[in-house]
């Protein structure tokens, strides 16, 4: 009596893990249709959308940079703060610099955090495969998630976040700090008088005499036409390497799309 009721318990165990295993395979299916049918085209769309909009600032970032080495070469504009409306014109550009960095340096931050939340789910979907394709060693630090799916967002994934590794950061946010620098050095200064505080429009060594004081005027000029040239310029580079980059993501995504189509014949 024992055994068979041991049996009876063992047939009826052995029932519900079939059946779990098959609703784990239907999770499991229907996981991966939400993957390839509803987030990878969705993903697709994003980098097309990204290497138009890349497409479309690199053409307004030359025009700029043509404009302003137009303006440097022919030396016959000249900046000089003089009254109250330019100098709050040249209080309007830093902040809108300060916020361009602090705007941009968070962009890049929330595309890297989407992109490795993207990926550490992904690597939920292979864990198995990973822990059976690794060698001995307790750590795998070559790993590469396309090692062992083939899937395209899989793909998508690893060549994006290399994408944003490749990208000339740190060469831009150098040429917006220099920008600023070299405005705050052009900046008049502010001097309190008796009564209150009033803005005196003149360089910071105004005690120069009017030659003096026009040479170092021109020179803060020739340094802020300078940065301001050169800060357009890493604008527009950025943004030509952004379109190259984001072009070559689409070919490899294209690449990986027909291997996965032509092993799945």
């Known amino acids: 009596m024992s055994i068979d009721r041991t049996r009876a318990v063992v047939k009826d165990l052995y029932s519900r893990i079939c ?61 000089l703060i003089r009254s109250e409306s330019q100098f709050q014109a040249t209080l309007l550009l830093q ?92 900046m008049p200064r502010q001097e309190k008088r008796r009564g209150g505080s009033r803005s005196t429009f003149a360089i910071a060594n105004g005690g120069l005499n009017d030659e003096m004081r026009g040479i170092h005027r021109n020179a803060a000029h020739t340094d802020l036409q300078s940065s301001l040239e050169s800060f357009l310029g890493k604008l527009e580079f950025f943004s030509d390497v952004s379109v190259h980059k984001y072009g070559e993501l689409k070919k490899k995504v294209n690449t990986a799309k027909e291997k996965y189509e032509q092993q799945n014949k």
């Not at 979907?125 to 395209?152: E, G, H, W, Y």
């Open 19 to 79: 059946v779990a295993i098959q609703r784990i395979d239907m999770i499991s299916k229907n996981i991966e249709d939400l993957r390839d049918k509803e987030l990878q085209p969705q993903l697709e769309e994003l980098i097309g959308s990204l290497t138009r909009m890349w497409e479309t600032m690199l053409e307004c970032h030359r025009h700029q940079h043509e404009i302003i080495k137009l303006v440097s070469n022919s030396g016959g504009i000249k900046v």
């Open 95 to 186: 902040v809108e610099l300060k916020s361009l960095f602090s705007n941009f340096q968070r962009w890049i931050v929330s595309h890297r955090s989407y992109l490795n939340s993207l990926q550490s789910w992904l690597l939920k979907c292979v864990k198995s495969l990973r822990t059976k394709k690794k060698s001995r060693k307790k750590k795998d630090t070559n790993f590469q998630i396309t090692n062992f799916a083939v899937a395209p967002i899989f793909t998508i994934c690893e060549q994006w976040i290399q994408l944003l590794d490749e990208l000339p950061i740190e060469d831009l946010e150098g040429g917006i700090k220099g920008l600023l620098a070299d405005i705050n050095h052009c």
